[in-house]
């Protein structure tokens, strides 16, 4: 276990130094540390895979931690192409990798009955933003269909992966405001969406690892009792 936090110890810092490079508005560290969470994110779960066994698991949040870094930069690396629905195409695919590895591989329990705020949320939501969203209604509707379904996905999984995708969820839902509503949203909300952010992804990929482990121990536990 102790190992698994060293590996993400790179992620953490670099976090860390753009939450706070964003709220101070130093845009010439906020942006490249942007970019570089993604593959220190995945960085740290090859590093935490290392020795233990690659899993079908592992490759499906490398995918999701992929799809993520493109989301995160689709502003940079397809300029050409409106920022925003590239953000949803990307991020929308992300999603779609962890619902299939949250319910697939990762699940441990049923769907608990709390999970159904995830529906609350989906309505809720559209219900505020829909008269601002314009062309792109229902594009984000679909999104928040598939980040509600990540979240109901996770609440089926260990409990960082839970954590991890409520914060997710978090994220999403303060930079939706910030993007169709941004005159209610006041400047503090900007570092927030990254916060979130990063501790939701964070949490998640450290779930997997953990979940992974755990499942082989038991594994292992029982092909020994036999």
Do not use: E, N
Not at 103 to 112: D, G, L, N, Q, S
Not at 185 to 202: A, E, F, K, N
Not at 212 to 224: G, W, Y
């Amino acid at each position: 276990m102790h190992r698994l936090w060293v590996c993400f110890a790179p992620y953490v810092v670099v976090s860390i130094v753009h939450v706070i490079a964003l709220a101070a508005g130093v845009d010439g560290v906020a942006a490249p540390t942007k970019l570089a969470l993604m593959p220190l994110l995945a960085l740290a779960v090859v590093w935490g895979a290392r020795g233990r066994g690659w899993t079908s698991s592992h490759s499906l949040l490398i995918a999701a931690l992929a799809l993520s870094w493109l989301g995160d930069g689709a502003g940079t690396f397809v300029p050409f192409l409106p920022t925003v629905p590239m953000m949803l195409l990307f991020f929308g695919l992300a999603h779609l990798c962890y619902i299939w590895l949250f319910w697939r591989r990762m699940a441990v329990r049923r769907v608990p009955l709390w999970a159904a705020v995830y529906g609350a949320w989906w309505v809720l939501l559209l219900a505020v933003l829909w008269p601002h969203l314009g062309g792109l209604a229902v594009a984000v509707a679909a999104y928040g269909l598939v980040l509600g379904g990540t979240a109901v996905a996770a609440s089926r999984c260990h409990p960082l992966i839970v954590w991890g995708s409520v914060f997710f969820l978090t994220s999403d839902s303060v930079l939706a405001f910030r993007l169709f509503l941004p005159d209610a949203m006041p400047d503090w909300t900007s570092p927030l969406v990254m916060l979130t952010y990063c501790l939701g992804q964070g949490l998640i990929a450290a779930g997997v690892l953990v979940g992974v482990s755990a499942r082989r121990d038991a594994a292992t536990t029982a092909a020994v009792a036999t």
